[in-house]
């Protein structure tokens, strides 16, 4: 029933009757509701009227919820909210609410119809029209509780119309939303759409896009990231999303930008977006030149651009020449004289390491050495030297002590400084204030050997100092060392500022640090710091005084490149995206793009990333106040951390652009399964890896990551004619190419490719050396690429190399320079975390087959687990040596993490540790074949690795030394080889042979 023109009167109680002059109440009509209020009277319930009382008219439209009726002992009070002031009408009759509660329902409901029905036809098409976004269901579910909370659960029982029932019954559903029901909301979205479009999805690609690859071109909420697994066909996506937002008619091209990392991989994308969609409307750009962009829309014309922009060499060379020229002040001078002396490296205690072999691989990684050259054993042996070497001390590092003082327990004595012109020793003791050692060392070994040392210099009345690891802790190492020479008339002539910026010049160490400076300027720039904020950066380093004295070098130098720039009104990169974030935030620049894509998103920095969320908050656009935001990229491939990229902001992503819809790309068309589940579980050992699951679209059954166990130095065989282990590998990847051509099964008529691929390129071979393999190999068409250059593209093979442990080995161990370190993303706990996804790069370059070339003596870690943890990988295609293969059991007896290595001496060959120079443990081959002894399949007993041999002999349990099968007129014994006749450090230990029994 139509209540248009109804007019409903309630009437007052008796006792408004008998207060108030008016016989009626409240006046209801379909307009609103009518009533007298005492003139210029604001309070909430007004009281008998007067001469001055008015009538007040209130429309249905000015209520947000309808009136309600409470009881009162003088009668029911009609109760609404006009904005901000309430009424409340007294006096009305006791049974109003039972006889007018229903009308006043259906008027107000009547009025407001035509809101509700609105409201729910509007959240109808954008659900059906678009794809869901968190932002606009927040904007619905917010509007639709309030709605909700005005119609229920009143509404439930009224007589209401057809079409409000409809209405109410559909708000009730909104209301209802939970996860799964939007999830269904998006995916019937989803659905219509790859049906309506799928002809495009078909044909946009040479090959048809696969259901994941459509869905994530569909797909757009506010912030979208998409996993894309190595060879999963990202860029597909980047061009079918571009096509289908256009083909769909939600876009038009100038609405979108593509963002790429480097200017090849914009061309690129360009090129492939002109190709596919046939459009040169669609833009993508690198960030800087978006920057640039942008700056020039604000400032009316682009702003001159500093040549070192394209020119990295001539940046550090203007450094370098900069540096040049700050070292002649004094006071610049003798700060970097500092730096260099005390804080070039990067200080680890050897207490922090659980072997030795550990300390020795960081010592060796990051090549310690003292301003003189040499590599030390420990960081205060270095401050030591340094420290001799600054004030003009002749010094001879582990000189032989000046008496032969050589035993079964020790071998000839070599302190660790001697200085001749005062015939005066110097003892570096790694010990606590306790007397304890590094964890590696044995404690009461130790303090044996600074007896006997101490014994030495008092037999022979030599002077030694002595100096302590707990005197370097406390920071008081060197006083101690120039109190104690001045107390031995040592004179001290420090040398001039010439001689020693010779003695870096000559160690390279200037030209190193200005490389570091170099790249610091655009770190620093780009961490846009404040004060306070690089006073953080300071506090939070290891050593803040090391940081704080490197960073004094380095403000002179900012100094004068910003003057450089500001000279010749230039900018950089960094300004570039630094200007250009400022006009956003700023408002002095506002986005026309609606839709912002980012290509390779894992290699991302900090202040790109402010750029981009800058700009999905900025767009002109009326109809979103929000850009949508894709961005791909997997975090498996994260290899730029040393260029500012910070991964934690793909996998937090969600953390810092807020709430996101993620998708997979995981079947691969680039490797096989076999690579595919070598390459997937090693890089997932490191926990924060996001788990993907890839799928490949080739199923192998057997290996296809082959290793080839090699030394340098190893010769060829009949077996293996190559004595160099790339040649072993191209060998055998030319016998597959010929046997698949003489297949009728072969794959192409292009020459198979093959990449030669290292950590870095001084491991692989020149330029004249890789045209030498492609004469040799003319089948073949091979490269060389690092692990960095080759992220991005494909081969047939690849051949890995440089998988070795050391200074320029794989993983790196070498320790980012501190300065840089404090400007960098921060590091990841899980130790190689970079390193290990770079070696994921490399494995999964290969289409067919890789190969992993390692000398075992000196393998990599990475090698190591492959090996340890019986990864699915090919380890006899390739012959290989007994010490190759036995490379474990042939470990170190002193330092334990080093194996032991055949070299060749003056006059016969022998095997030292791996770790040599530092660990000086060497011992002699098998006197019967040569072969390397191990002391790890029987206690007590040395075997050789050489089954075919499988010589046994005791090991002495007085010494550790040799046992040697000796004759006696009572018959045969095992002797220490140690035995010396008589001198009284003889080792005198001896077993009649029968009561030893060999083990087999």
Known sequence: MSLK??????????????????????????????????????????????????????????????????PSFLGSLLCFQVGAKSYQIPYLGYFAKSTFLHQVHRLWAQAHEQSLCGLIVRIEHAIENRYLRESIREQIQQRVKREYKRWFPWCESAALSAKLQGALSQLQRFYRWDTAAIAQLRETYIQAQLSAHADFFEHVETNPLTDKQRRACVIDDDNNLLLAGAGTGK???????????????????????????????????????????GSDNIKASTFHSLGLKIITQVEGAPPSLSAWVDDEAGKTKWVQDTLECLIKNAAYRKQLFEYFSRFYYVERSPFEFASQGEYFEYLTANDIRSLKGERVKSFGELYIANWLFCNGIEYLYEAKYA?????????????????????????????????????????????????????????????????????????????????????????????????LLNALHELGRVTEFAKILSQLIGLYKAACLDDKRLEAVFNRAANPQQIRCAYTL???????????????????????????LDYIQTGRFVSPWRYIMVDEFQDISEPRARLVRALTGATSSVASAKASLFCVGDDWQAIYRFSGADVSLTTQFSDYFGATATSFLD???????????????????????????????????????????????????????????????????????????????????CKPTVYLLSRFWFNLPDHNALRQLNLKYPSLSIECQSFHASKGKEADYVVITGLQTGQFGFPSMKITPPLLEAFLPQSESFKY???????????????????????????????????????????????????????????????????????????????????????????????????????????????????????????????????????SARGAFWGCKNYRSNNASSCRNAVDEAKVVLPH
């Open 554 to 580: 380095l403000k002179p130098m900012l100094t004068s490149y910003q003057q450089r720039l500001s000279a010749n009104n230039e900018i950089d990169f960094e300004d570039m995206i630094a200007t250009a």
């Open 235 to 277: 860029t597909s996506v980047m061009v079918g999303r571009a096509g289908y937002l256009v083909a769909s008619k939600q876009a038009k091209p100038a609405d979108i930008l593509l963002l790429a990392y480097g200017r090849k991989a914009a061309d690129e994308m360009q090129q492939r977006i002109k190709d596919k969609l």
């Open 667 to 749: 079947r691969t068309f680039r490797f096989n399964s076999s690579i595919s589940d070598v390459a997937t579980r090693f890089v997932t050992q490191n926990p924060l890896q996001l788990i993907k699951d890839i799928q490949p679209s080739v199923t192998v059954t057997q290996p296809a990551v082959s290793l080839i166990q090699r030394g340098d130095n190893q010769a060829a065989t009949a077996a293996e004619p190559s004595a160099n282990a790339i040649e072993q590998a191209l060998n055998a990847i030319n016998a597959r190419v010929e046997q698949e051509l003489d297949s009728p099964f072969k794959r192409s008529a």
């Open 403 to 499: 008496h032969d003082v050589r035993s079964v327990d020790y071998r000839q004595y070599q302190p660790d400084f001697y200085l001749p012109e005062y015939d005066l020793y110097i003892e570096y003791y790694g010990i606590d204030e306790a007397g304890n050692t590094a964890p590696f060392i044995d404690k009461q070994a130790y303090a044996e050997s600074m007896a006997w040392k101490r014994q030495q210099h008092q037999q022979h009345d030599t002077a030694c100092i002595e100096l302590f690891y707990y005197q370097h802790k406390q920071g008081q190492l060197l006083s101690a060392l120039e109190h104690t020479l001045t107390s031995f008339g040592v004179r001290l002539s420090p040398l001039p500022d010439d001689a």
């Open 833 to 967: 975390a970079e390193e290990r996804r770079l070696f994921y790069v490399a494995l999964t370059r290969a289409k067919h087959r890789a190969y992993i070339v390692a000398d075992m003596t000196y393998a990599s870690p990475f090698v190591t687990e492959l090996l340890q943890q019986e990864y699915s990988i090919e380890q006899h295609e390739f012959g290989t040596s007994l010490v190759q293969q036995l490379f474990e059991q042939i470990s170190c007896a002193q330092c334990t993490t080093g194996t032991l290595t055949p070299r060749a001496g003056s006059f016969k060959s022998f095997y030292s540790c791996s770790h040599f120079p530092l660990c000086t443990h060497k011992e002699q081959g098998c006197h019967c074949c040569g072969s390397p002894m191990t002391r790890q399949r029987f206690n007590g007993f040395k075997v050789c690795i050489n089954d075919d041999c499988g010589h046994t002999t005791p090991i002495c349990n007085v010494c550790g030394g040799d046992m040697v099968l000796r004759q």
């Open 5 to 70: 023109n109804i007019e409903i009167v309630i009437g007052h109680s008796w006792f408004g009757q008998l207060y108030l002059s008016q016989p009626s109440g409240v006046k209801l009509t379909s307009s609103g509701i009518e009533f007298t209020e005492p003139e210029g009277h604001c309070s909430a319930r007004y009281r008998k009227p007067t001469q001055s009382a008015t009538t007040t008219q209130v429309s249905w439209l000015q209520l947000s919820s309808p009136p309600v009726f409470l």
